[in-house]
Each structure stands twice: as structure tokens, then as C-alpha cells.
């Protein structure tokens, strides 16, 4: 069983939409939750980050941590098709000097 | 914020030559660099810690003689690829933290290897 699982899709959504965006982990150890985006040819920028379980909001972002359930979720209201990436998942046990653990991206396309 | 450059952004070698990518923090120190690897449509895959000053950490199945990395300083890391061979050809990707935050990526190098 992988670490951290999320849905690779690919997810194709109207322009204007909410999309959601999930990923499970198993190791409860996992303190630091991560969003990141990819444009094709492009290193991860990111999104959100968070410790602690709740949501925490950034303009249209939202990312939500659920830490009994161990499960993370992305919300995007008013999906642009400049949000057209893949988006990953990534968490870590520690702080810096941490290695980062991946779910496997989900390609989102939001279409015009 | 933080910014961790990244050069080249790609680069094409004959088989058997070696390349060297480079990774620098441009407004941060960063004691700790990754080397990540990443294949089409797929996520990355950790390939070694950089520790500066010290040996790197590399990843089970990574080969330490073929993917050298040296940081020397605080703001630059190294990956060379040595002896390439075709299947070595993906695109590679170091990061850094710069600390309070979530950890910043270079823009990646795409290595072609023919």
C-alpha cells in the first residue's frame, strides 16, 4: 500500500466550477500537508500549506486536513482554465530537512 | 518569495558524456537540498538528500556513482550525471525549504540523452 494515494484522474471541469481534489495517507506521523501545482515542463509551485487539522483558505484555494481521518482535500471555486495543471499532494513527518512524500497528481482541465 | 533557481532547463548529450545540473537558493540559505526525478505523467520520485557539507542521502535504488552531488555551500547544489545512457533521460527537479513554509521547487531540467 502506498503512503499517500490520490486520484490520478484526469478531471475535466466546465469553466467556473468547484473542484475537489483529495488524498488519503496511512501514516499518521505526517504533520505537514502540502498542495502543489504543475504546468507541463514546469517544477511544482506552491499552493497551500498547513499543520494543523481544519481548512485554510487563500483567495480561491482551499485546502482542508483531516488528520483523524488522514485525509487531505484542494477546493478550487471559480475554476479558470489557467488552473488547467496537474496538482499533487505532498506531506512530510518533519520540518525542514524532511523529505517530502507525493500522492501521484491528478491532471485537472478546466475548460473554456 | 523564496526562490530556488535551476539551470539548465534542458539540455541534450551523447551517450557516455556526463552533465551537470545546478541548483541554487537565490534569497535564503538552504542547509538541506532534495533531487527529485520525474518520468511523464507521473510524480516525482525522491532521488537523494543534499546535506551541505556532508555526503549526500540517496534513495534506495539510486546508483550514488552515476547521480554525483556535491554542496559545497549554503546556496548551491549539485546533481551530475555521469556516463549517461538514454534511460536516464527524464526530468529532474531539486528543492529546498527556506524555512516557516512549504517547500520551493526549481523549474526543473529535462535531460535527452541520444
Known amino acids: 500500500q502506498k503512503e499517500v494515494e490520490q486520484d490520478p484522474g484526469p478531471l475535466s471541469v466546465p469553466e467556473g466550477a468547484i473542484v475537489s481534489l483529495n488524498c488519503t495517507y496511512s501514516?499518521?506521523?505526517?504533520?505537514?500537508f502540502m498542495w502543489y501545482r504543475q504546468y507541463s515542463r514546469k517544477g511544482p509551485e506552491l499552493l497551500m500549506y498547513t499543520y494543523s487539522s481544519g481548512n485554510k483558505e487563500d483567495g480561491r484555494f482551499t485546502a482542508q486536513v483531516d488528520k483523524s481521518s488522514k485525509y487531505i482535500s484542494l477546493f478550487i471555486r471559480d475554476s479558470q482554465p489557467s488552473d488547467s495543471a496537474t496538482y499533487l499532494c505532498a506531506m512530510s513527518i518533519g520540518a525542514s530537512g524532511s523529505r517530502l512524500t507525493f500522492g501521484e497528481g491528478t491532471q485537472l482541465t478546466v475548460n473554456p | 518569495g523564496a526562490v530556488v533557481s535551476q539551470h539548465p532547463s534542458w539540455v541534450i548529450c551523447k551517450s557516455g558524456t556526463s552533465v551537470k545540473i545546478e541548483c541554487r537558493s537565490l534569497d535564503f540559505q538552504a542547509t538541506t537540498m532534495f533531487w527529485y526525478r520525474q518520468f511523464p505523467k507521473q510524480s516525482l520520485m525522491l532521488m537523494a538528500t543534499s546535506n551541505e557539507g556532508s555526503k549526500a542521502t540517496y534513495e534506495q535504488g539510486v546508483e550514488k556513482d552515476k547521480f554525483l552531488i556535491n554542496h559545497a555551500s549554503l546556496t548551491l547544489s549539485t546533481l551530475t550525471v555521469t556516463s549517461a545512457h538514454p534511460e536516464d533521460s527524464s526530468f529532474y527537479i531539486c528543492?529546498?525549504?527556506?524555512?516557516?513554509?512549504?517547500?520551493?521547487f526549481g523549474s526543473g531540467t529535462r535531460l535527452t540523452v541520444v
Open positions: 501514516n499518521s506521523a505526517f504533520q505537514y
Open positions: 528543492s529546498a525549504r527556506p524555512g516557516g513554509d512549504g517547500y520551493t
